[in-house]
């Protein structure tokens, strides 16, 4: 069961791998890669509320970089957001 197998490498349910498959159509080849990214940890941005702190500060505070097309953004590579007392205080 080659969907199968994929949906539990990929940590899938199996209905939501054939549903995949299905949806690629002739593109089946690639079901291994979608799954993959489906997968994959989303990025996650922070904005820094304006008056609150500034981006820097919080870049600082929460571990991340400063975005690049916002002052007020923050990527975090990792963690929990919801761990950062910039967040829990309402700040990001």
């Known amino acids: 069961d080659p969907v199968g197998h994929l949906a539990l490498v990929n940590a899938h349910p199996r209905w939501i791998a054939q549903a995949f498959a299905d949806a690629l159509g002739a593109r089946a080849g690639e079901l291994s ?24 500060e919080l870049a600082d505070q929460a571990g991340g970089t400063v975005g690049r097309y916002s002052p007020y953004a923050v990527y975090l590579g990792d963690g929990d957001p919801g761990g950062l007392a910039a967040v829990r205080d309402g700040k990001a």
């Open 33 to 56: 890669e979608l799954l993959a990214s489906d997968d994959a940890r989303p990025e996650v941005h922070l904005l820094a509320r304006p008056g609150a702190l500034t981006a820097a």
